[in-house]
Nanobody, 121 residues
Framework: QVQLVESGGGLVQPGGSLRLSCAAS????????MGWYRQAPGKQRELVAG???????TYADSVRGRFTISRANAKNTVYLQMNSLKPEDTAVYYC???????????????WGQGTQVTVSS
């Protein structure tokens, strides 16, 4: 079993910054993919940013240049630094990771519980 604990959400004014964290614990051999998704009211969940174990990253066009995803492999933790926040960034943010429990194992996806980010003056 894997537990994911998200933190760092909250209320921030437009133009402000927040840093989200997602820490995984359990009998983890390795984590290949770590990503952040978000879901605004009435909208589908969408990819915000992703990072693989080699360090390659991907970003949604709407956040590129403002958000930065990073990971600390020794801590099984992924971060999302969000700068220049806009009201349209308001959503529940979820982390998603693909876990391997053994070298020959296949990836197992896990989701965090979600953390609310609200950008408003």
């Amino acid at each position: 079993q894997v537990q994911l604990v998200e933190s760092g959400g909250g209320l921030v004014q437009p133009g402000g910054s927040l840093r989200l964290s997602c820490a995984a614990s359990g009998s983890i051999f390795s984590i290949y993919y770590m990503g952040w998704y978000r879901q605004a009211p009435g909208k589908q969940r969408e990819l915000v940013a992703g990072i693989i174990s080699g360090g390659s990253t991907t970003y949604a066009d709407s956040v590129r240049g403002r958000f930065t995803i990073s990971r600390a492999n020794a801590k099984n933790t992924v971060y999302l630094q969000m700068n220049s926040l806009k009201p349209e960034d308001t959503a529940v943010y979820y982390c998603n990771i693909d876990v391997f429990f053994a070298p020959s194992d296949g990836p197992h996806p896990y989701w965090g519980q979600g953390t609310q980010v609200t950008v408003s003056s």
